[in-house]
């Protein structure tokens, strides 16, 4: 007779056999996505003791074993931190705004706070001294500095990048951030109330959640699709043209515009007309607000929102690729999706997280300064234009010097910067360097690319280490697959003092694939 287990049951038996702290959640996440299944309802709901085996068995190796095996022995499992949830590498402000290609603030911490061990024999960095970081991304080194009581400078060459750096880092009136809010949503919520778009979805909704509970139940089909007893690509495209002449009967019954009339801009391609009235008018509310860092914040929020509501798939939400107008089968979901046709869901949701989350950070920080400048790190004069924003941090700056670097720079041919977040260009009139760039996507991975990388970063460091204490410390995370750091460091007179080897874990959720990448230890020669 097989053995059944509850879900709380299932939790601990995992636990004990992995010999990690295996949660309800995760049980339940197994069912739904159809790696075990389900037996009985709701109610009590239960699973076979030989699914989990089944599922596990191959994990009872640990990812660490097969990591080494596969990236070799001096990789330093220490620095993969794999023991902290999502919710703990996104923790509060971490995640005001999506961003490709960033560090977790665990790692950043570990190089900056007072700690030593076996691995980090000593303290680089104390609290009052500044760190800086040239390629501030999204401002991760900015706001752990400020955890830590670390004064921080980012330099990034993207005007939208540093406004994600500085919003992270701001000291907010939350009271009057939620006030405008509220404002705003209650004037959205009129805008659309008389919209076709609403009772359209509406009645979208309907028709798919019958559609979808008779052709994908929950969690059977992606139980059936792992164990390839259902072939998902021909299944899921036979149900997506079934459902098509549906939705475009609704589509003309309530004579929704799923284009624009031009498409000039991204804002004119990838958004539909209901969802870009919608952003006209919330950007217009938020011109309305007075105090300059609440109208920051909550342009941020909007930001995050569009981004969310761009007319593509959930699985290409990420990596762009053609306009979708029309529902289509969605592989991450397993069910039949469609496209969004207001705003307001994101809006609300993501208003909601930003308040929680700053309030969150708000309790950590430490009164110190951060700030970061928008510029070019090979040719910036850091004093010079922190002056114009920030008297005080220029001056400290000036008297104290800067104790070092903690800094990620892009990887060659990886990412377009500018191009990730084009919807808020076009969106704030922010002008583009895509041209100044390091190492851009467009630009490949040749060999012209590879040496105009190297000059570029070795500029940056002759330029920023002008701005440094005498012995300073500088820490650049790279996967450095060409081995392009060693001549980096020595044309700018550095010496490489140390390499920690770390796995990086779940990069995306299409790639799993065992990967690592390096923190270099730069010091004067």
């Known amino acids: 007779m097989p053995e059944l287990l509850s879900i709380k049951e299932a939790s601990q038996w995992a636990t004990e056999y992995l010999n990690k702290n295996v949660t309800t959640s995760n049980i339940a996440y197994l069912i739904q996505y159809g790696r075990i299944r389900k037996i009985g309802n709701n109610g009590s709901t239960q699973v076979l003791k030989d699914d989990l085996v089944k599922y596990y068995k191959d994990q009872k190796k640990s990812r660490q074993e097969e990591w080494k095996e596969q990236l070799g022995e001096d990789l330093n499992w220490a620095l993969s931190f794999e023991q902290y949830k999502e919710a703990e590498t996104t923790k ?114 309907q028709k798919l959640n019958v559609f979808n509970n008779k052709y994908f139940p929950v969690p059977e089909y992606k139980y059936k699709v792992k164990r390839k007893e259902i072939d998902e690509k021909t299944y899921g495209a036979e149900k997506e043209a079934e459902f098509l002449p549906i939705y475009n009967e609704l589509v003309k019954k309530y004579k929704i515009k799923l284009r624009q009339e031009k498409e000039d801009t991204f804002l004119d ?155 808020a260009y076009d969106l704030f009139g922010f002008k583009r360097h895509d041209e100044l760039e390091i190492g851009p996507l467009y630009k490949g991975r040749g060999r012209e690319a590879k040496q105009s990388y190297i000059e570029g970063i070795i500029a940056v460091l002759n330029n920023t280490k002008k701005f440094l204490v005498d012995d300073y410390d500088i820490f650049l995370v790279a996967n450095d697959k060409y081995n392009m750091y060693p001549t980096i460091a020595e044309n700018a007179g550095m010496k490489i003092v140390n390499q920690y080897k770390r796995p990086v874990l779940n990069r995306t959720e299409k790639d799993k694939g065992a990967y690592a990448e390096i923190i270099f230890h730069l010091k004067e020669k």
């Open 92 to 205: 509060h402000v971490h995640r005001l705004h999506p961003y490709k290609g960033k560090f977790i603030p665990q790692l950043v911490e570990y190089f900056l706070d007072d700690h030593t061990d076996k691995f980090k024999k000593e303290v680089y960095f104390k609290p009052g001294d500044i760190v800086l970081d040239p390629f501030s991304g999204s401002g991760t080194t900015m706001v752990q500095a400020c955890e830590l009581g670390i004064h921080a400078v980012g330099v990034d060459v993207s005007a939208f990048n540093t406004m994600i750096g500085n919003c992270k880092v701001e000291k907010y009136n939350l009271a009057d951030v939620q006030s405008e809010i509220i404002r705003i949503s209650k004037a959205l919520n009129k805008f659309i109330a008389d919209s076709n778009a609403v009772e359209f979805e509406e009645n979208l909704l």
């Open 269 to 423: 391609k990838w958004y539909s007309q209901h969802i870009r009235e919608e952003i006209e008018f919330v950007y217009n509310e938020i011109k309305k607000i007075e105090n300059p860092k609440t109208k920051q914040i909550i342009s941020l929020i909007l930001s995050r929102t569009i981004r969310s509501c761009r007319a593509t798939t959930h699985v290409d939400l990420a990596t762009l690729l053609e306009p979708v107008t029309t529902t289509y089968y969605c592989s991450k979901h397993g069910k039949i999706c469609k496209p969004l046709f207001s705003i307001m869901k994101w809006w609300s949701t993501y208003s909601k997280d930003t308040v929680k989350r700053l309030g969150q950070f708000d309790k950590l920080r430490k009164n110190t300064f951060h700030t970061c400048l928008t510029g070019d790190s090979r040719n910036i004069d850091i004093i010079e234009q922190m002056n114009r924003v920030n008297p005080a941090f220029a001056e400290l700056i000036e008297k104290q010097k800067i104790k070092g670097i903690f800094s990620s720079p892009p990887y060659v041919g990886l990412i377009d910067y500018h191009e990730q977040h084009a919807y």
